[in-house]
């Protein structure tokens, strides 16, 4: 016989007082609520209840075997219940925060994708590159580029965040290309306000990595308003490969340092660790993890 039915058995009866009356909250006869109870307690090897012609109770063995059978049953309708929402449809908001270059370029533009497939699923989308808190302020998910600091939070790492190093034609014409990282600090470079690109540049070449101190000529926390800086002739912008790519392709931007690569952040999509995660979460969860993982 199933060992589980037998544990539910016993707790009925251990519930309900006797056997017959586990056998009418069960829908099964008397003597199968019997079946299972000397077999329980053959495998056990002990005995776990006291019989007499009207009630049953329970021994020592009894009371702690019952203590322990009712966690495992409680696990097990846990592990269903998950298991049940699982299959169930994605349905309702999903709140996401992301990098405002990435969420603009990169992640916009696939979650039509996400949305066609589960139509019943709407998405609330804010655009921040502040450092926010997903349980205080109600996210269901946020991505996060750059090193991740000791959280109680659920990481799913991501492909890193590429990086290009470009300057517009005047520019280059007027004050000349760089030719190595280190030529950097004799260029006007345009820093991003509030994190590590406003400080030091870092590029991996053949032999080895650089790290560049920089003395931004300017410096504000939008990639937006660095590109139009950089367009405009005003110095070297390190940016997302995403923000800077059709510039690039349509000539207003020329990318330098060809023997350089800008060194990678990591990229991190973050959730709680809820044991239920709810459907339309575990669906954009392996959505994100296809398009960007």
Same mark, same amino acid.
């Given at each position: ?18 056997? +017959? ?7 099964? +006869?008397?003597?199968?609520?019997g079946?299972? =109870?000397?077999?329980?307690e053959?495998h ?25 059978? *009712? ?10 219940a998950?298991?049940?929402?699982? &299959? ?9 925060n992301a ?15 996400f ?7 709407? =998405?609330?989308?804010?655009?921040s590159? *502040? ?8 996210y ?8 991740? +600091? ?5 990481? *799913? ?5 590429? @990086?290009?190093?470009?300057? +517009?034609?005047?520019?280059? #014409? ?11 600090? &004799?260029h ?12 030091s540049? &870092? ?19 939008s990639?937006?308003?660095? *590109? ?5 002739g ?9 923000l ?7 000539g ?6 060809s ?5 990678? #952040? ?8 809820d044991? &239920? =995660?709810?459907?339309k979460l #575990?669906? @954009?969860?392996?959505?994100a993890?296809?398009? @960007?993982?």
């Amino acid at each position: 016989m199933d060992r589980l039915t037998s544990m539910e058995v016993f707790a009925k009866v251990a519930e309900a007082g006797s056997f +017959s009356a586990a056998a009418d909250a069960m829908g099964i +006869s008397g003597p199968m609520v019997g079946k299972h =109870i000397r077999l329980l307690e053959e495998h056990l090897g002990v005995r776990l209840l006291n019989r007499t012609t009207r009630r049953q109770s329970l021994t020592d063995a009894g009371k702690d075997f019952l203590e322990r059978t *009712r966690i495992v049953l409680a696990e097990l309708e846990a592990a269903e219940a998950m298991a049940a929402q699982n &299959r169930a449809a994605p349905r309702g908001e999903l709140r996401i925060n992301a990098p405002f270059t990435f969420g603009t370029y990169s992640l916009a533009p696939v979650l039509p994708d996400f949305m066609a497939q589960y139509p019943d699923v709407t =998405i609330r989308l804010n655009l921040s590159d *502040r450092l926010v808190d997903l349980v205080d302020e109600g996210y269901d998910c946020v991505f996060r580029i750059g090193r991740l +600091s000791d959280s109680t939070l659920i990481a *799913r790492g991501l492909r890193p965040q590429g @990086f290009l190093a470009c300057a +517009s034609t005047d520019y280059l #014409r007027r004050q000349g290309v760089p030719s190595s990282p280190e030529d950097l600090v &004799r260029h006007d470079c345009l820093g991003f306000a509030g994190s590590v690109l406003e400080t030091s540049w &870092r590029f991996i070449g053949a032999s080895g990595e650089v790290v560049v101190p920089i003395k931004p000529k300017f410096s504000v926390n939008s990639g937006q308003a660095l *590109r139009q800086a950089a367009l405009a002739g005003s110095g070297i912008i390190l940016q997302a490969a995403e923000l800077l790519q059709e510039d690039i392709a349509t000539g207003g931007l020329t990318p330098i340092l060809s023997d350089w690569l800008p060194a990678t #952040r990591p990229k991190h999509l973050l959730f709680a660790p809820d044991r &239920r =995660i709810t459907p339309k979460l #575990r669906a @954009f969860i392996d959505f994100a993890v296809e398009q @960007f993982g």
